[in-house]
């Protein structure tokens, strides 16, 4: 592959943006005065709990906020979002924690607002394929509630991630080939904006012409436009028969030709995964599993008895032209479990290769025609570096992962990893690619979204200013 790496460009010359700065002790009093008798002993500023939500699960430096919040309720948000901005005190929206890219780190303090206690499913909508849920919702609980209606919400990614975090975020996983991502799956929103507004950004009609997709401009946006308090997301019917497998490999290039086999040819596969030979061990060892260290592809198959055996057939064909054997079938669901259980605990699995160190997930996707010349480039880069950093993907809709195991304390190291996923992020954008498939901007691919955006990152900048022009709304975060 040829690579031409684009300069990563900070747009020099545009203004710098509005951000607050850390809150003095005075200004903080005058904050928790005026929140205390809303929220009671639901603020707080003790530093156990200021600790606790001034880092995600990413390699990033903590940066604690000044004060966390707890509320209950849509209107609670808005009072909140009304006195920081009376204040000029940060707004940083919380989830559970589990974002990789810093989207919940405190540069600036300010006031962390913690959504988990809005957890209440409003409203299952059966006839029609939708719910309503408050952002502190988890998947699994979404989907614990829907056992008994035959129904399931699909977005899946590793952890167990709130529904507000995973729409801000534009969160996806596992199902994404088939089903799609948060973007796809969100029908509606009710966001608090960085005035108090409460603003409803649509109906529950699955499609819609009149206005601005206020609903689209909010996902993704990271809370640097408002917070979202209530979705209301589609749902799907749980297929008659599911199927997962395993089948390996001699090479990584095999198994990705055979991916991009299946999607041209328009094989509807519900899953499909990549782990190179590295990631199978360290998944084996974690996991306790006896499969082969070789590059391997996890699938699963979804439709009626017939058409799941008429998928498999097929696949199984195409494995075999590029070079696939040992297919091991999973039918039964405690099997089914396990092997995905094993796929989305593979990022801690890598951590064992090397104990006590850090890890730095990369996530870039690129055009699935150039997948196997991206993956190949990337392999080749990692063996020049000699870094650990086994390879994992959502390689369906070509996006892939490396988990980069790395000794914070190693300044020679920390550089090498730096270079390196410049140059990926680089390899991405020229394949036509994006920086981030699924975790985020946060802080830590801002510096790459002029040289992926061009002259829309200064529209984007110029709806952030519109928006919240105080620049109290996540600060620091993707623009």
């Not at 530093?47 to 849509?74: K, M, N, R």
């Not at 980069?404 to 954008?429: G, H, K, S, Y």
Request: proline share 5%; aromatic share 6%.
């Amino acid at each position: 592959m040829t690579e031409t790496h684009p300069p990563f460009s900070t747009t020099a010359s545009a203004p710098p943006m509005r951000q607050p700065r850390r809150p003095s002790a005075a200004t903080l009093a005058a904050l928790l005065a005026d929140l205390t008798p809303l929220l009671g002993d639901r603020i707080t500023t003790a530093p156990g709990i200021l600790e606790q939500h001034g880092h995600d699960e990413s390699w990033h430096h903590p940066a604690a906020p000044d004060a966390v919040c707890f509320p209950h309720s849509t209107q609670e948000v808005s009072r909140v979002i009304r006195a920081c901005s009376h204040h000029n005190i940060a707004v940083i929206p919380y989830g559970v924690g589990t974002s990789i890219e810093g989207q919940i780190i405190a540069e600036r303090g300010g006031l962390c607002v913690d959504l988990s206690r809005m957890n209440a499913i409003v409203e299952v909508r059966a006839e029609d394929l939708d719910a309503t849920v408050q952002p502190g919702v988890t998947r699994t609980q979404l989907n614990h509630h829907l056992r008994a209606t035959g129904l399931f919400f699909s977005v899946d990614p590793g952890a167990d991630a709130s529904m507000g975090g995973m729409a801000s975020t534009r969160a996806s996983g596992t199902n994404t080939v088939r089903y799609g991502t948060m973007r796809e799956n969100v029908l509606s929103l009710t966001v608090v904006m960085a005035d108090g507004r409460i603003v409803q950004t649509g109906g529950r009609a699955r499609k819609s012409a009149a206005g601005y997709d206020l609903t689209h401009l909010m996902i993704g946006a990271e809370g640097t436009l408002g917070i979202i308090t209530e979705l209301t997301v589609k749902l799907h019917g749980l297929p008659e028969a599911i199927s997962s497998a395993t089948v390996a490999f001699d090479d990584v290039a095999g198994a990705v030709n055979t991916v991009i086999a299946s999607i041209q040819c328009g094989l509807p596969l519900a899953r499909i995964e990549l782990l190179d030979a590295l990631a199978m061990k360290a998944v084996n060892q974690y996991s306790r599993l006896t499969h082969g260290e070789k590059p391997t592809l996890f699938l699963e198959f979804h439709g009626t008895h017939a058409g799941v055996r008429e998928q498999a057939k097929a696949f199984a064909e195409l494995c075999q032209d590029f070079g696939g054997s040992d297919f091991a079938w999973a039918t039964l669901e405690e099997d089914r479990q396990t092997l995905w259980q094993a796929r989305h605990d593979a990022a801690y699995a890598a951590k064992q290769l090397r104990p006590g160190m850090e890890f730095w997930a990369t996530d870039i996707c690129v055009p699935i025609s150039r997948l196997a010349e991206c993956i190949a480039a990337t392999q080749l880069d990692v063996q020049a570096t000699g870094l650990t950093a086994p390879l994992l993907g959502h390689v369906g809709d070509g996006n892939f992962h490396l988990v980069v195991i790395f000794d914070r304390d190693n300044q020679d190291e920390l550089e090498t990893l730096a270079a390196f996923n410049q140059r990926l992020v680089a390899r991405a954008l020229a394949a036509g690619g994006t920086c981030t498939g699924e975790h985020g901007v946060g802080i830590g691919k801002r510096e790459y979204m002029a040289s992926e955006h061009g002259d829309g990152w200064e529209v984007m900048r110029s709806i952030k200013q519109a928006l919240d022009p105080q620049g109290i709304m996540n600060p620091g975060k993707l623009v």
